[in-house]
C-alpha cells in the first residue's frame, strides 16, 4: 500500500511539474520583448493554440486582422490574456468534446476582442459559469486588466468566449 501511495504521489508531482514547466514557458514567451506588441500577442496566441490542440485531433479555424497596429501591450496584460486564452482551450480539450475550435481577433477603436468558439457540446452557461473555478478565473483574470471574459454556451450548442481588453 505504501508503494502505490508513493506512485500516486510521483504522478500528482510529475503532473504539477508539467504544469509548471508550461506556465513558466508562457510567462517567458510573455515577457520576451519581442512579444511586447500586439502583433506578437496575436502571433503568440496563434502558436500557442496550434501547438496546444495539434494532438488533440480539433481542428483549428484563425481568423485574424490582416493589419496589425504597431501597438506595445504591457506584459501583466499580455500574461493575463495568454493564460485565459489557455484556460479556454484547456476547457474545450477535457470537456466540450468539440471537432473544432475558432479563434477570432478583432480590433475595434482601442479594443482587442477574442473570441473563442467551440463546436462542442456545451453547457447551462447561467448555472455552471458562477461556479466553475476555470470561468471565475477567467473573468477575474480579465478583469484584473480592466477587461472582460464573457461566457455563452447551452447544451448541445458549443460554448463561445469573448474576451474584450482596452489597448
Known amino acids: ?9 510521483f504522478d500528482q508531482i510529475s503532473e504539477a511539474i508539467q504544469s509548471d514547466s508550461t506556465t513558466l514557458q508562457e510567462i517567458v514567451g510573455a515577457t ?5 506588441t500586439l502583433e506578437g500577442l496575436v502571433d503568440y496566441i496563434v502558436e500557442f ?20 497596429p504597431d501597438h506595445s501591450v504591457p506584459s501583466d496584460k499580455r500574461h493575463q ?12 480539450v477535457k470537456h466540450a468534446g468539440a471537432g ?4 477570432r481577433v478583432a480590433l475595434e477603436k482601442d479594443n482587442l476582442r477574442i473570441v473563442i468558439t ?6 447551462q ?13 477567467m473573468r477575474q483574470r480579465m478583469e484584473s486588466i480592466g477587461g472582460r471574459a464573457h461566457i455563452d454556451s447551452q447544451p448541445g450548442s458549443g460554448t463561445a468566449i469573448t474576451l474584450t481588453a482596452r489597448l
Open 100 to 103: 473544432q475550435v475558432q479563434i
Open 1 to 9: 500500500a505504501a508503494k502505490k501511495k508513493a506512485q500516486v504521489d
Open 49 to 68: 493554440a496550434e501547438e496546444y490542440l495539434a494532438p488533440t485531433g480539433i481542428d483549428l479555424l484563425l481568423e485574424l486582422p490582416a493589419d496589425i
Open 81 to 92: 490574456i495568454l493564460l485565459v486564452v489557455k484556460e479556454a482551450l484547456n476547457n474545450i
Open 125 to 137: 452557461s447561467e448555472n455552471v459559469s458562477r461556479t466553475s473555478n476555470g470561468l471565475v478565473n
Open 32 to 36: 520576451t520583448p519581442r512579444n511586447d
Open 118 to 123: 467551440d463546436n462542442g457540446s456545451g453547457f
